[in-house]
């Protein structure tokens, strides 16, 4: 019989651990598939690994993962793929904004020969008109700068093929952007469109700051356009500079126009030197992230995991 692992990542999530379960059991109760779980704690704070280990005792299908601290959702999940060892792999939070119920459709898809079946949101309830509209505007640029489409409206719930996973694990760099990931190792893809709830306890781990970051993560994970951009910048103004000094020399002979004084000047040097820190900070950010790929560390530290029965 072929093996189903849903692999969850959880960072403080005990208070919607019980009702996740419930109904992910449900599923599984009506899959013709053998079914299992791994629960991955990302160095929670709270009583997420206790109920883990409840839900492990009670149920053999469950399996738990525990990471020695808080790596970051992108660094849970790689940790739980890599322990999944199973001909299908479905990847879903336990907030419940994802419904599990979704699985079953799926699992459908996958049978017809695709090899990941990501979910579409159609709807984001309980999210800010904000915090909408800044997702929007990410798939955008995300779309216009990757040379790799990243499918617009998807976060990380979808269905990975025994051989999608395996392509996947291959890729182990550190900086990780698992939305581009996922599109880059191509393969059968297919859409499926959903309503996402509001979520159903406790509050979100994302705020605008951390959300800022991640844009900076998938854009320079997947596009070298921004040193275009500095690049393109750089000649733009020097070009300006040119005109602007010519047409300055050009007056004097012609008119007797006296230069402009110390106020052109401050505003000129300080436009460029602007420019020039822009540059460097674009430069930096991918620099830096040549430096973690150097130091070669592990991506994240297993403090515990404990198979299903």
Not at 162 to 176: G, I, M, N, P, Y
Request: aromatic letters at 12%; glycine letters at 8%; proline letters at 4%.
């Amino acid at each position: 019989m072929q093996h189903l692992t849903v692999v969850v990542p959880a960072y403080n999530e005990s208070e919607s651990l019980h009702a996740f379960h419930a109904r992910l059991a449900t599923v599984f109760d009506r899959l013709d598939l053998s079914c299992s779980v791994l629960y991955v704690d990302d160095g929670s704070r709270d009583d997420t690994w206790p109920i883990m280990c409840e839900l492990a005792a009670a149920d053999p299908r469950v399996a738990t993962l525990r990471l020695s601290r808080n790596f970051g959702k992108e660094l849970a999940l790689t940790a739980g793929l890599d322990h999944a060892d199973a001909d299908a792999v479905v990847i879903i939070d336990a907030d419940l904004q994802d419904p599990p119920e979704l699985i079953t459709e799926f699992v459908r898809h996958w049978r017809e020969g695709f090899d990941v079946v990501y979910g579409t949101r159609a709807s984001r309830a309980g999210e800010t008109h904000l915090k909408k509209l800044t997702a929007t505007a990410f798939y955008k640029v995300m779309g216009r700068l990757s040379d790799t489409p990243v499918p617009r409206d998807t976060g990380d719930f979808r269905l990975l093929s025994k051989r999608a996973l395996d392509a996947l694990k291959q890729v182990r760099e550190r900086q990780r952007f698992m939305k581009g990931l996922f599109a880059w190792v191509g393969y059968r893809q297919k859409a499926v469109v959903y309503a996402r709830d509001p979520r159903f306890a406790g509050t979100t781990k994302w705020n605008y700051w951390r959300l800022w970051n991640f844009a900076i993560e998938g854009i320079t994970s997947f596009s070298g356009a921004p040193l275009k951009l500095a690049t393109y910048l750089g000649l733009g103004v020097a070009a300006f500079a040119f005109v602007f000094g010519l047409w300055i020399a050009i007056k004097a002979l012609l008119f007797g126009d006296a230069v402009q004084g110390y106020p052109t000047i401050m505003v000129t040097m300080l436009f460029l030197g602007g420019v020039q820190l822009i540059a460097l900070g674009v430069i930096g950010e991918y620099l830096g992230r040549l430096y973690l790929e150097a130091k070669q560390r592990p991506l994240y530290l297993v403090d515990e995991y404990r198979p299903p029965r």
